[in-house]
């Protein structure tokens, strides 16, 4: 080749390389800041930026300043002009109100108050007679979020004059969870390993590392828990620390402080004391000192997250001690230095006879008003364990001293794991919407979690992460909304997961309004079929052995009850269905008398909820004039149904956007539809032995017998 030609091949590459290849992967998530095709609209938010000023120096507005040269050089072609002072028309000002003396004219200082150290305002003012868009804040980390807010208009095509946006956090604590081993094993994760390369830190910093943060701050998460909740007492050890460290020092400019778990019998297995007991006060000494060193390294080191006395897990119990003893021993250290400890609820024991549904709540609830003020007592959306669908968890409620805090899972451990396409935005919603009646209608979960009903000044929402090594960083592509939902449901509980979904889509896919409404369409739908296809009417843990993956309704006569299919479902020929009303476990008394009451009939109980609270008879009337029966088998074949026609609907796609990801996308869906027949197959044939009864007609025939489905073993099903 000659040499122009070779230049012009290089550069043709490179271009390839840096806009195409690269983009379409799924790395760059919500944040692929898509060029702006449209020449007007592209024109109009020039015209609105010609100079940024930010008078702030730290390492957040360096953030900010990169953020938003990577973006407006992506949309609009264009590399931003920063300057410190000098305001010019269309000039973009992000700045807090000490560098701004003139905000009073604009802002009023109630107003700013009212923004805590997160809130922004984005607000499109005259100054001395020039249009000028504001994004203010009373901390740096604010004007982050507020760029990244401004940043999503444009990514979605929204108008930049005439703004007036306030947005507050309603939780104070937003944060992932990753369940991540230190030998970079994640459990419950589908996608890849763990992206923590605990080996090569703290000395090698992954790109990845920063992106994280930069996809976390944009939609507002500010923690993040290293570690998984089966916790390895070593990562309280100096050399593990020094690792953490590292990774805090990336955070800190996002606004994202680093949390560990902590093992509970760590002063004996890296202290060598004798006990741990959390009474003892050489055990008290070493957490405090423990405490004292992290901060040594990590000096906005946000604090722990403990499982305790919870599926093998050492705790409280093993000295006779209270959950609160147990969490005030870790609050108690860390208070000094401004830390919390989230202390899981998810307390339950194969000792213990009664319904696992009713022990978190037995053994918290008579606790409330006895843990310190920097301890969030952190509950699972359901009593059992993150199924597809569960009612909400009755300690919701039932501790009003207490500040409560949700924990969510983001990985789909029961949702189909790594290749069902399933928004979980709907279950998150159902779930914080629902009105537990503890102070009269209107007792909603959601302001409970943001502590609005009890006045709490701590408040947060866990999600359990389900971001991997994978290119794409959740394995599913649409696993990247889950993500992304949790983060905008945090910051506000209140807001639409369509909404969201609508942002979201724009963001990663396209502004296209075809693509936007099918997506959405797809979107909206997925979770209810996937409770469809896997366990309808309130049926509960059905699946796999241990790995969790595929149908198991068989699963019987295990070393624990409560891990058996067989417990949950109590399949028999009378019938199906976990009774918890007083006739049977007696858990619909854990909740609201107004519940209680309404759950208890079964005519009355919501029937997505019927089996969770009822044994009932094959013969069962339903509102719909069918059998439980009848009922329960064309819910599963409408789940599958609901695979098929979003394969459909995604097929009208395919040249809305780039072929890697429509491609990938698509595959998963089939796998989807498959495991969705698999689901109903498995399930109806193992049913139909006790029911005795044939399927109705709508219903798809299996073609291979309930042997077959019993014979399958997956090997190596990631995620244990
Ligand atoms: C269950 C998971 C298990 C977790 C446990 C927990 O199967 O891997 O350790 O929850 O939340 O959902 O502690």
Redesign the pocket.
Known sequence: MKRPSIILFVLALLCLYSTNVLAKDGYKLWLQYEKIENKELAESYLNSIHQITIPNHSATTDVIKNELSIALKDMLSTFPVFTEDGIKKNNIVIATPESLPWLDEFIGQNQLDGLGQEGFIIKSIQYKNQPITLITGNADAALLYGTFEFLKLLQTHQSIVDLNIVSVPKTKIRILNH?DNLDRTV??GYAGSSIWNWHLLPDHINQQYIDYARANASIGINGTVLT???ANALVLTAAYIEKAAALAKVFEPYGIKVYLTARFSAPMEIGQLKTSDPLDEEVQKWWNDKATEIYSYIPNFGGFLV?AD??G?PGPHNYGRTQAEGANLLAKALKPHGGIVMW?A?VYSENTPDDRAKQAYNEFKPLDGEFESNVLVQV?NGAI??QPREPFHPLFGAMPKTPLMM?F?ITQ??LGQGTHLVYLSKLYEEVLNTDTYCKGPGSTVVKIIDGSLENHQLSGMAG?SNIGSDRNWTGNHFGQANWYAFGKLAWNPYASSEKIAEDWIAMTFSNDPKFISTTLDIMSKSREAAVNYMTPLGLHHIMGW?H?YGPAPWITDKHRDDWTSTYYHQAGSDGIGFDRTSSGSDALSQYSPYIEKQFSNPKTCPEKYLLWFHHLPWAYRMESGKTLWEELALHYQAGVDQTTTAIKKWSTLEKSIDNERYQHILSFMKIQEKEAKWWRDACLLYFQQFSKLPLPDAVEKPNKTLEDFKNYKPHFAP??
């Open positions: 369940w459990e419950r998984n909740v089966n499982k919870s599926e897990q899981r998810f699972k364990d993150f924990e899972q451990e029961y359990v241990n969790h995620g244990i």
